[in-house]
């Protein structure tokens, strides 16, 4: 794990450090406990995508990382989020599939890992296949978290997990639409939380295989 969380730290992205440890060992526990893949939803530059595709690597599966590369509203020129380093000269549109390459050569885990480039809702629609574990860290507006909770919840097999980034209780703390997933997630039925580490929440599948 020495190489690999060396590889986590150096990499650019969102994911903290403790949070991203809590994240590994659910990843761990419900991928060695099915064998079964693991979905990302928000690439990025493949920060959190290296500790998911360890995870997978050790129950000798993959991790499916779905990002369209595009950057989210937050991520965008003049917003809170914006890094210049990110923008494709060319183009003028933020592409951090180079950076997310790079992140997972350095990390030496290029083969555990399937990266689709595209929009979440339209691979979640082409998608049957059950996932050990669902990680949904995509946009923040309530448009795109209720897309890829109804796309990717489904897809959590029974006994697995669904893990969800920046979940703020607090509206001073962040935005809201991760909250409203997770609290619809817990509403369902379908799910139950097992462990909470600031702003991670991990929730067990206790049903699975029906739309929430
Ligand atoms: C918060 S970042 C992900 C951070 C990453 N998990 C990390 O650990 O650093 C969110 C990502 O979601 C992507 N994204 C936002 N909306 C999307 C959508 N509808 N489909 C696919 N990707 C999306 C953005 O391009 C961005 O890279």
Do not use: N
């Amino acid at each position: 794990m020495t190489d690999v969380f060396a590889a986590f730290e150096a990499a650019k992205g969102f994911m903290p450090v403790d949070e991203g440890m809590a994240l590994h060992r659910a990843a761990v526990d419900a991928a060695g406990g099915s064998g079964l893949p693991v979905l990302e939803v928000g690439t990025y530059c493949g920060r959190s995508t290296i500790l998911l595709a360890d995870a997978a690597r050790r129950a000798g599966t993959v991790v499916v990382t779905v990002d369209h590369h595009r950057g989210s509203e937050e991520q965008q020129p003049g917003w809170e989020y914006h890094d210049p380093a990110l923008v494709d000269p060319e183009t003028g549109l933020i592409d951090t599939v180079p950076h997310f390459r790079r992140t997972l050569h350095a990390a030496g885990l290029e083969e555990h890992v399937v990266a689709v480039v595209g929009r979440s809702p339209q691979v979640a629609a082409l998608w049957t296949q059950p996932f050990s574990l669902v990680f949904i860290d995509g946009g923040h507006t309530d448009e795109h978290a209720v897309a890829d909770y109804e796309g990717w919840a489904p897809r959590v097999a029974p006994g697995g997990v669904l893990a969800i980034h920046d979940v703020f209780p607090d509206p001073a703390d962040g935005g809201q639409a991760p909250y409203r997933i997770y609290r619809r997630a817990l509403k369902s039925g379908g799910f139950v939380e097992e462990s909470v580490t600031r702003s991670l929440r991990v929730l067990r599948c206790v049903t699975g295989g029906t739309v929430r």
